[in-house]
């Protein structure tokens, strides 16, 4: 019962945050804050997904005990992990490229690396 | 019902979220926004490959999704190599 | 003896990870083994001992070998709490600030003093992740960061990145 209520909860989150990314990324007026926007909230709702599959197979592998769904449980673990680290960083390459193509932030108060350059 | 059905539920609701995202691909004023896009894409089919495999039982589908997240992140920054050597004299 | 001390290194992690993933292939087919099966671990062996010999000098290119020392992994591991709140906070701000659309962005620089590759990665990806902050540009001689803010505020250095490198430091230096 109560891994019932998690999952439902965590896939409840996965699904507000990714749809609030996707909102974000429409919403937004520039790259930049599209970035902020798609990086935090879907990084964050795909690894509450993850958390869900963790949480059932958890539970599985602790009413049955059979390996497929510790395994299950551990791989998924290695998902989160590269969701972790591949993610900002690909916002960050991105960003980084788009500052040296030129794309400025709109309505920007100060911008300290183009006074730099 | 059937243990699997909210997770189906959740993967169509992601693919809803896929079509959505497509658009800014196409309408993306630079194409810095297109690359932004992309990269939401290549984590939402992650998450959907996640929700697969545990609706189906088949790790294989884990390990996919692991391998995918790090090509999907080699290209986006191939992408933004190339973008940011675009512009260069 | 530098050179067989970075084969090692690279050899153990490879076979980490791969074992990781092959965790509990062997409980069902054989009793002997404990929890992988036999093929798998010399499968793991193998691979591991083809990836280090091709790319041991790019893994421990700075020839300082403090991430060996487990504790400092122990370390990272215990990070990844305040992280996670830190992530949950940032992810109720993007929520904010995409419902009411109130933004004041700004590229600001902070000067961390993190001296290694790994404490500034580590450092840019968490800033990446927190709220209302997302790193630009990376300055790897003067251990500079440019960060796109939201929101802007006052004093940037402490605001955006003083509690982690305070945590970042305990691992990476």
Do not use: Q
């Not at chain 3, 590759?117 to 992740?129: F, H, K, Q, R, V």
């Amino acid at each position: 019962m109560i891994v019932l209520a998690l999952v439902s909860i965590f896939m409840a989150i996965s699904l507000i945050f990714n749809g609030l990314g996707v909102v974000g990324l429409h919403r937004f007026p520039d790259v930049y804050t599209r970035l902020h926007a798609a990086t935090k909230c879907t990084t964050f709702g795909s690894i509450f997904m993850a958390f869900t599959v963790i949480t059932y197979s958890g539970a599985m592998f602790y009413w049955s005990n059979d390996a497929k769904y510790l395994n299950m449980a551990l791989h998924t673990l290695g998902a989160v992990v590269a969701l972790l680290i591949t993610n900002p960083t690909g916002a960050h390459a991105i960003a980084r490229a788009a500052h040296r193509m030129g794309v400025m932030p709109k309505y920007a108060v100060k911008d300290e690396l183009k006074e730099a350059r | 019902m059937n243990y699997a059905d909210p997770l189906y539920i959740a993967v169509g609701v992601f693919m809803v979220y896929i079509i959505i995202s497509a658009f800014r691909i196409f309408m993306g004023p630079t194409v810095a926004d297109r690359a932004v896009a992309f990269d939401t894409i290549n984590t939402l089919v992650v998450a959907c490959m996640i929700g697969l495999g545990a609706a189906m039982w088949e790790i294989l589908f884990i390990d996919i999704a692991i391998v995918y997240a790090v090509l999907s992140f080699v290209t986006t920054l191939y992408i933004a190599k190339y973008l940011e050597g675009g512009e260069r004299k | 003896m530098k050179d067989a001390k970075d084969f090692v290194a690279t050899f153990i992690l490879a076979l980490v990870v791969y074992l990781f993933l092959t965790l509990a292939s062997g409980i069902p087919m054989v009793e002997g083994t404990i929890l992988w099966s036999l093929e798998e671990l010399i499968m793991g062996l193998s691979v591991a001992l083809i990836v280090a010999a091709v790319t041991s000098h790019i893994l421990c290119r700075s020839k300082n070998f403090r991430m060996l020392n487990p504790a400092r992994w122990l370390i990272m591991l215990v990070y990844t709490i305040p992280l996670f709140l830190e992530m949950v906070k940032a992810n109720f701000d993007v929520a904010y600030r995409v419902i009411t659309g109130r933004i004041e962005p700004a590229i600001v620089k902070i000067t961390p003093d993190l001296k290694t590759d790994l404490g500034i990665t580590i450092l840019a990806n968490s800033i990446t992740l927190t709220p209302g902050t997302l790193t630009v540009e990376v300055d790897d001689e003067k251990s500079e960061l440019y960060i796109h803010w939201i929101k802007v505020k006052d004093d940037p250095d402490e605001v955006i990145s003083g509690r982690f490198v305070r945590w970042i430091r305990r691992f990476a230096e």
